[in-house]
């Protein structure tokens, strides 16, 4: 079964312009993370955000938490031809769950 | 710092054969995990152990048997290898579990092509 889903599948954009990818799931959560996969490698840990918390920061990264809609966002601020890669979210039920992942391409 | 380590990287094998997947890690983490990715389905788990000696199956277990009898290894078996399990498969490993918050530290990948 697919606990997680993300939106969009893809996303291109120029570089300095900001990208938002949502990630949706069904189970509680504990907490809620996400990671980066460039392309042929294994996945980074990005960031982690807590089901208490709302919004949290890192740098350009931007994460908010909805726990109301089982809902998250990542926002990468002023995107860089150096983001481009996947983005999957994960996230603890039962087990640990991914997303199915945003495939990010910044133009230069 | 040698961190995860998974060999081999690639294998092409063909239908019926064993084939076993290797896994180190170097940080000693208690928590170790084996997920397969393929498209348009994510990473999806397929075993994971808390300690040597302990394994619990994930979401895709079947086809695949996986042993700890110690803490930095945690090899993957396909014990006959299908065409369904060609996927590229991702070693990981965790201080401790999954509601813990703690980061998963992922390996390389594996590519495994099955003919």
């Known amino acids: 079964s697919q606990q997680g889903e993300e939106d969009p599948q893809a996303l291109s954009i120029q570089e300095g312009e900001n990208a938002t990818m949502n990630c949706s799931y069904k189970?509680?959560?504990?907490?809620l993370q996400w990671y980066r996969q460039n392309s042929g490698r294994g996945l980074v840990h990005l960031i982690l955000i807590r089901s208490n918390e709302r919004e949290k920061h890192s740098g350009r990264l931007r994460v908010t938490l909805d726990t109301s809609k089982k809902s998250s966002s990542l926002l990468i601020t002023a995107s860089r031809a150096a983001d481009t890669a996947s983005y999957f979210c994960a996230f603890t039920g039962n087990q640990f769950y991914f997303g199915t992942g945003t495939s990010l391409t910044v133009i230069p | 710092d040698a961190g995860i380590t998974q060999s081999p990287r690639y294998k092409i094998t063909e239908t019926g054969r064993q084939v076993t997947l290797m896994c180190h890690q170097t940080w000693s983490h208690s928590y170790m995990f084996w997920y397969r990715q393929d498209l348009g389905h994510g990473l999806r788990l397929i075993y994971y152990s808390a300690a040597a000696d302990i394994t619990d199956k994930g979401e895709v277990p079947d086809g695949y048997v996986v042993s700890r009898s110690k803490t930095e290894n945690f090899p993957l078996t396909l014990e006959s290898a299908t065409r369904s399990q060609t996927s590229v498969y991702f070693c990981?490993?965790?201080?401790?579990?999954?509601?813990?918050?703690?980061?998963?530290?992922f390996g390389e990948g594996s590519w495994l092509t099955v003919v």
């Open positions: 990981a490993s965790s201080e401790s579990g999954h509601n813990s918050g703690n980061t998963i530290y």
């Open positions: 189970t509680s959560i504990n907490n």
